[in-house]
């Protein structure tokens, strides 16, 4: 089904990913100073507190090149080239700028970046994620004539992730004419790009401004994992391979449910073998069928008489009229944890009164539970130390497929169940 040309690209294209991956580890691009401050996509506390930082002659860096640069190749490349009906402005003129500038009358809100001199006021409105507000670029634009601002000189500017236009609940009463649109992914971008470049004589300068070229990459899709998606993709729309890969797409749901029937067996085997006999059961711990409960998992649908999560339990110990059970469970992912049971098979919501003194002892045991308010388990839940995800596959999924592998992460995740099992009857 593979001719040699498909193998040989493909074969080319994870080369170049994992080259991609080791010189990202390598040169520890994940450290980045914004992202551990703040959340990537913050728009006043990161994005326009950093852009207003650049494009402020006065900040701590006193270097003027950057406003120049912002207004040569940003402002005047989009009033050029859009509809946007005004002057070019001078990159020589000197601006003062303010972040969340607050206008006379409250009514009109505060703009996230304002410059402005005696002639001209550039309000740029940012927009990473959030949504737009009513009427928001009339409101400034009314408030910049209210300033003593001629129309002409009133420049505004509408900043989101990808170039879009402001919608029209956002634009208000005026016209395509009297704004523009920039964007992160390209104008941003390649303004951070010459400014980086302005300053290579200060690397500590520098390094700063290209953390936040990749924290910008993240929020506009240019990341490593992004640019690689797009080759493959680049790669899959040629009609030849599109075919091919649809052929194997049909298996691909059978494959998936061998691997998942596959760990569940190398799973069970290898706890009887250390005489602990798990059953095959559902998310209330009654006996389920593995093969309908797999079958199920990938088949979508109606939920009627499904079994939504399910698993393997053992019977740990009996606390009077309780069971306690161990219950490995899959919800796409795998995680096992400690639950109650009464005589009648029935499993408990929430643990007893007089079996609290017991719940605390079990959180005692390990510092690695996961929601430790859920009364259903004890402790919470416990991932393993390579979790696997059959929703979204990760690395550690791939672990699985391959045999050897597999066995080796069965071992690592049954030995810690055994020893959290062992660990609750010492308890009693």
Same mark, same amino acid.
């Given at each position: 089904?593979?001719?040699?040309?498909?193998k040989?690209?493909?074969?080319?294209?994870q080369d170049?990913?994992?080259?991609?991956l080791?010189?990202?580890?390598?040169?520890?691009?994940?450290?980045?100073?914004?992202?551990?401050?703040?959340?990537?996509?913050?728009?006043?506390?990161?994005?326009?507190r950093?852009?207003?930082?650049?494009?402020?002659?006065?900040?701590?860096?006193?270097?003027?090149?950057?406003?120049?640069l912002?207004?040569?190749?940003?402002?005047?490349?989009?009033i050029?080239?859009?509809?946007?009906?005004?002057?070019?402005?001078?990159p020589? $003129? /000197?601006?003062?700028?303010? *972040?969340? @500038?607050?206008? +006379?009358?409250? =009514?009109?809100?505060?703009?996230?970046?304002?410059?402005?001199?005696?002639?001209?006021?550039?309000?740029?409105?940012?927009?990473?994620?959030?949504?737009?507000?009513?009427?928001?670029l009339?409101k400034?634009y009314?408030?910049?004539?209210?300033?003593?601002? $001629? /129309?002409?000189?009133i420049? *505004?500017? @509408?900043?989101? +992730?990808?170039? =879009?236009?402001?919608s029209?609940?956002?634009?208000?009463n005026?016209?395509?004419?009297?704004?523009?649109?920039?964007?992160?992914?390209?104008?941003?971008f390649?303004?951070?790009k010459?400014?980086?470049?302005?300053?290579?004589?200060?690397?500590?300068?520098?390094?700063?401004?290209?953390?936040y *070229?990749?924290?910008?990459? +993240?929020i506009?899709?240019?990341?490593r994992?992004?640019k690689?998606?797009?080759?493959?993709?680049?790669?899959?729309?040629?009609e030849n391979?599109?075919?091919?890969?649809?052929?194997?797409?049909?298996?691909?749901?059978?494959?998936?449910?061998?691997?998942?029937?596959?760990?569940?067996?190398?799973?069970?085997?290898?706890?009887?073998?250390?005489?602990?006999?798990?059953?095959?059961?559902?998310?209330?711990?009654?006996?389920?069928s593995?093969?309908?409960?797999?079958?199920?998992?990938?088949s979508?649908?109606?939920?009627?008489?499904?079994?939504?999560?399910y698993?393997?339990?053992y019977?740990?110990?009996?606390?009077?009229?309780?069971?306690?059970?161990?219950?490995?469970?899959?919800?796409?992912?795998?995680y096992y944890?400690?639950t109650?049971?009464?005589?009648?098979g029935?499993?408990?919501?929430e643990?007893?009164?007089?079996?609290?003194?017991?719940?605390?002892?079990?959180?005692?045991?390990?510092?690695?539970w996961?929601?430790?308010?859920?009364?259903?388990?004890?402790g919470?839940i416990?991932?393993?130390?390579?979790?696997v995800?059959?929703?979204?596959?990760?690395?550690?999924?791939?672990?699985?497929?391959?045999?050897?592998?597999?066995?080796?992460?069965?071992?690592?995740?049954?030995?810690?169940?055994?020893?959290?099992?062992?660990?609750?009857?010492?308890?009693?």
């Open positions: 089904m593979l001719n040699n040309n498909f040989q690209k493909i074969s080319s294209l170049k990913e994992q080259a991609s080791k010189n990202h580890n390598d040169t520890k691009q994940d450290f980045n100073i914004f992202t551990i401050l703040r959340k990537t996509g913050e728009e006043v506390g990161l994005h326009s950093f852009l207003a930082e650049l494009l402020n002659r006065n900040a701590s860096h006193k270097i003027a090149d950057f406003q120049q912002f207004i040569e190749t940003v402002l005047n490349n989009a050029a080239t859009q509809e946007w009906n005004r002057e070019k402005l001078s020589k $003129d /000197d601006y003062s700028c303010e *972040i969340e @500038y607050s206008f +006379r009358n409250s =009514d009109h809100g505060r703009a996230d970046i304002i410059l402005k001199n005696k002639n001209n006021v550039i309000v740029v409105e940012n927009k990473t994620y959030a949504f737009d507000q009513k009427g928001q009339a400034y009314k408030a910049c004539q209210e300033l003593g601002y $001629d /129309d002409k000189n420049y *505004i500017v @509408y900043l989101n +992730r990808f170039g =879009d236009d402001v029209p609940y956002g634009q208000g005026i016209s395509n004419e009297d704004y523009g649109v920039i964007s992160y992914k390209e104008d941003v390649n303004f951070l010459l400014c980086k470049a302005k300053v290579v004589d200060y690397p500590h300068i520098e390094q700063t401004i290209e953390q *070229i990749n924290t910008v990459a +993240r506009t899709g240019q990341t994992n992004a690689m998606k797009q080759e493959y993709v680049v790669f899959l729309a040629d391979n599109f075919k091919t890969v649809y052929k194997l797409s049909q298996n691909f749901e059978t494959i998936q449910k061998n691997i998942q029937n596959d760990m569940w067996d190398d799973l069970l085997a290898y706890l009887k073998e250390r005489n602990l006999a798990f059953t095959f059961c559902d998310n209330q711990l009654s006996t389920y593995q093969e309908k409960a797999v079958k199920q998992y990938f979508g649908g109606s939920t009627k008489n499904k079994a939504k999560t698993g393997i339990c019977k740990i110990v009996d606390k009077g009229d309780i069971e306690v059970y161990c219950y490995v469970e899959l919800n796409h992912r795998l944890s400690v109650l049971v009464e005589k009648d029935v499993r408990l919501p643990y007893p009164t007089d079996l609290e003194g017991f719940k605390d002892k079990v959180i005692a045991l390990r510092k690695n996961e929601g430790k308010n859920k009364k259903k388990n004890l919470g416990i991932y393993p130390q390579r979790p995800n059959f929703k979204k596959p990760n690395a550690n999924f791939f672990d699985i497929i391959n045999e050897k592998s597999r066995k080796e992460w069965v071992a690592e995740t049954a030995d810690d169940v055994i020893q959290l099992i062992n660990d609750v009857k010492s308890i009693s």
